[in-house]
């Protein structure tokens, strides 16, 4: 019997699992990451929070079957909500969406060969012409990712 072909809602796997947030530039741990699946392994839930536990938020994430793209919804203990939306390309998680001032939202989940995962946070205020990078990291595992 062949092995069946991996589903959409495998996509952000490489994500799963316990994680040292790292700034990439300064490799400076700045928090730790969680990452499971739930409801039937349909929902990836994230919790993460700053070293110094002075900052938290969680995300769900889901492939909705019916658009036939990722959602991503974070909410932080700030207020701020963030709905994203993408798939995979090229190997990386790629998923944007417009928060209230009108910016445009792009994080990118690119999984390393060494096991790591690198997120890149970007904002265009000029509908997508330039942008500025928001938070760009290295999650490394903190014990065997799941």
Do not use: K
Request: proline share 4%; charged share 20%.
């Amino acid at each position: 019997m062949s092995e069946q072909p991996p589903t959409p809602r495998s996509d952000f796997d490489f994500w799963l699992g316990d994680w040292g947030v790292h700034l990439r530039d300064t490799d400076e741990l700045i928090g730790h990451n969680h990452i499971e699946r739930t409801q039937l392994g349909h929902v990836l839930v994230e919790n993460y929070t700053t070293v110094n536990g002075r900052f938290s938020g969680t995300s769900l994430n889901g492939y909705d079957h019916i658009a036939g793209r990722w959602h991503q919804c974070w909410m932080d203990m700030t207020g701020l909500v963030l709905d994203l939306y993408g798939n995979l390309v090229d190997g990386a998680m790629v998923m944007s969406g417009v928060i209230e001032n009108g910016a445009v939202e792009r994080i990118t989940w690119t999984p390393d060969p060494d096991g790591s995962v690198r997120q890149h946070w970007q904002q265009s205020t000029d509908d997508g012409a330039t942008w500025a990078t928001v938070f760009d990291g290295t999650y490394r595992p903190r014990r065997s990712a799941t």
